[in-house]
């Protein structure tokens, strides 16, 4: 079975701090993906990465920045923690597919920025 | 602009009835569309694909169809349970290892 898996369930941070939401994928897949969650807006897309050291910037990227060293990891960062950040987070992973593109999410972080 | 619809209003239906669920979509020619079920503070969770030049696919008591000319696609369960309850969110792909665009779900609620 393919597993992902987040760093935190629940996390509560502070405006202006540095937060770091970690995802690992043991599938060895080459695709990665962050999204944020919220009510009546669904997933979107913030940043997504095709290969080690590849991002590209999704629908919202403004405010977040990522970084993938290793395969298995990729990391989102909120540089300096607003309130308007306080949502679900949830990483994917896929294989790269001219045919299913198939994703494969993590449990979610819920994070709160007070 | 690029846009995809599911009902946002949620989905009440009677245990054994079937559920129908709806994702309209405008400005994309999707190479296939994905189905996947959410369960509340969850992951989704990958359920059915459906390619642009398939009409209908099943598994178990789940039926998608797909219509290119209405740019709609419909999410069937039948003997509906209440352990299906929960959001269903399409999601629509261009192919060629790129990333799915999701719509914002239904819930669904199945009651006894």
């Known amino acids: 079975d393919v597993k992902v898996t987040q760093s935190s369930r629940y996390l509560v941070k502070r405006t202006g701090e540095k937060v770091f939401l970690e995802c690992v994928q043991d599938?060895?897949?080459?695709?990665m993906f962050w999204y944020r969650q919220d009510p009546g807006l669904g997933l979107r897309l913030i940043y997504f990465s095709y290969d080690v050291k590849m991002k590209e910037k999704g629908d919202i990227p403004e405010g977040y920045s990522v970084s993938r060293e290793k395969k298995e990891r990729f990391s989102l960062i909120l540089e300096s923690a607003s309130t308007n950040q306080t949502s679900m987070y949830l990483c994917a992973s896929s294989f790269p597919s001219s045919l299913t593109d198939t994703q494969y999410f993590g449990p979610g972080t819920r994070l709160t920025v007070l | 602009s690029q846009k995809i619809e599911q009902n946002s209003e949620a989905l009440n239906i009677q245990e054994g009835k079937t559920a129908t669920l709806t994702c309209n979509y405008t400005?994309?020619?999707?190479?296939?569309l994905q189905w996947y079920r959410q369960d509340p503070g969850r992951g989704p969770v990958f359920l059915l694909l459906?390619?642009?030049?398939?009409k209908e696919k099943r598994k178990e008591r789940l039926k998608v169809t797909f219509d290119t000319t209405l740019k709609q696609s419909l999410f069937h369960i039948t003997a509906s349970q209440p352990a299906d309850s929960a959001t269903y969110l399409c999601a629509l792909g261009m192919g060629g290892g790129n990333k799915l665009t999701f719509g914002t779900g239904t819930q669904l609620k199945v009651e006894l």
């Open positions: 400005n994309y020619s999707p190479a296939y």
């Open positions: 599938m060895d897949h080459e695709n």
């Open positions: 459906i390619r642009e030049n398939e």
